[in-house]
């Protein structure tokens, strides 16, 4: 996107964050060395990955016995099973991201400023809040993820003085997250070989799920913002189509019919805009087709999540390391829900207004057939626009208000099952 003062590439951090956790291709251009280390790199990460996930499906069946151990790890086990969607969206779905991008980003729409009308200013704060979200989502993830061990490793040194466990102790004991330890894990050292290998883990899972939500969240708020300049576009019409023809500030005209030229650029440009609207449209339903059953998931989830760090949180001491880490993923969970409701509820609040804003442009003069097109759009534009769960339900702040309602419920429900 160029020209306008516009910004160069909306989704410029959010490539940065796919090459640093490997959703990208090197092209030719990258030396070969280089090429063979990043995918060296990427499949020794992604593999220990998948060897940690295999290892919590191992333990379930050891944690059905004990629901303060079976409650606490399922709700780690779902997170990861949404992540495993989240990383199909991002590799698998590639180019119908590349084109939802394109059509954000489609240089034939691209607006001259107007009095308080700055569409590249618009798109640049919106860049900005977008990367910095980004960024902070994806750091926040990863501490999560080396808080785990840090916490682990600490309280292992304080308790544990010597190389050997003492004979009641375990390294179970001291994991803040539950998982089959594939090898050996009797001696100090052997714990933190299971720690690192849980940290990293939990770190290539904190990648995806962070990459992935801040490029949904860059996409959403992109979107959004093309919505509210197009309705700035609507509502601008007349005063940039007389400065585009070099009219005087005050020109007053009865009917445009008389003036011919202006008649025609003022519904060309309209025309021009309600196309743009319409691309904006299909963008929202690209993204629907896209992320709707990964955002059901991701709602699921949290609902388990958040009753599930509630339930452990309050059958272990206040000043265990174990009741630090339920309350920080419980608040990183929420974060994470609250940063894509809030977004998705920006796209309804925003297209909200698209019939109104055309209203408000300067149409009593206008031509017959700019009124009939100006009906027509406003007509089209009467079904609310949002991004849905699952096809059942807009993603709002409502969702989030009943996901912490919901979660409530379950928590009583499994502390009465205790």
């Known amino acids: 996107m160029s020209g306008m003062n516009y910004p160069k590439d909306f989704f410029y951090v959010n490539k940065i964050l796919q090459r640093v956790t490997g959703f990208w291709l090197p092209g030719k251009e990258i030396h070969l060395i280089l090429r063979v280390l990043f995918y060296l790199y990427i499949t020794l990460a992604y593999s220990v990955s998948i060897f940690f996930f295999i290892c919590e499906i191992i333990i379930v069946s050891e944690t059905v016995k004990d629901l303060n151990k079976f409650v606490r790890q399922f709700g780690m086990l779902f997170t990861h099973v949404v992540g495993i969607l989240k990383f199909y969206i991002l590799v698998f779905r590639r180019k119908s991201l590349q084109k939802i991008m394109d059509m954000l980003q489609d240089k034939d729409y691209v607006y001259e400023p107007q009095g308080t009308f700055q569409p590249g200013l618009m798109l640049s704060k919106a860049k900005r809040l977008t990367s910095f979200v980004s960024v902070m989502v994806f750091i926040l993830y990863n501490f999560v993820g080396m808080s785990a061990q840090i916490s682990s490793t600490i309280t292992l040194n304080e308790v544990v003085k010597d190389d050997h466990l003492p004979g009641n102790l375990t390294c179970y004991d001291f994991l803040p997250y539950y998982f089959y330890i594939p090898f050996n894990a009797v001696t100090k050292f052997q714990c933190h070989v299971a720690f690192t290998f849980m940290n990293v883990s939990l770190d290539v899972f904190a990648w995806i799920i962070g990459t992935h939500d801040g490029f ?70 690209d993204i629907e087709n896209v992320f709707t059953y990964v955002t059901l998931a991701q709602t699921l989830a949290s609902l388990i999540i958040f009753a599930s760090c509630l339930y452990v949180a309050s059958t272990v001491s206040m000043t265990s390391p174990e009741f630090f880490a339920q309350v920080e993923y419980f608040l990183c969970v929420l ?58 339900s807009p993603l709002t702040l409502a969702t989030l208000v009943a996901v912490c309602r919901g979660s409530f419920s379950y928590f009583t429900l499994f502390k009465s099952v205790q």
């Not at 007053?252 to 519904?267: A, C, M, Q």
């Not at 804003?357 to 057939?369: A, Q, T």
């Open 335 to 392: 974060v994470q829900l609250s940063v894509i409701c809030f977004f998705g509820n920006e796209i309804t609040t925003a297209s909200a207004q698209t019939g109104v804003s055309l209203y408000e442009c300067d149409w009593f003069s206008s031509s017959l057939r700019f009124k009939r097109s100006m009906i027509l759009t406003m007509s089209r534009i009467q079904r609310p626009v949002y991004v849905s769960i699952g096809k059942f």
């Open 216 to 285: 949904f969240v860059t996409l959403m708020n992109c979107l959004k913002t093309q919505l509210e300049i197009v309705q700035c576009a609507f509502r601008t019409i007349r005063e940039r189509c007389e400065k585009r023809l070099d009219l005087p500030e005050n020109y007053k005209i009865f009917v445009d019919e008389s003036n011919p030229t202006l008649e025609k650029t003022l519904y060309d440009e309209l025309t021009h805009c309600t196309k743009h609207l319409n691309i904006l449209l299909q963008v929202r339903d």
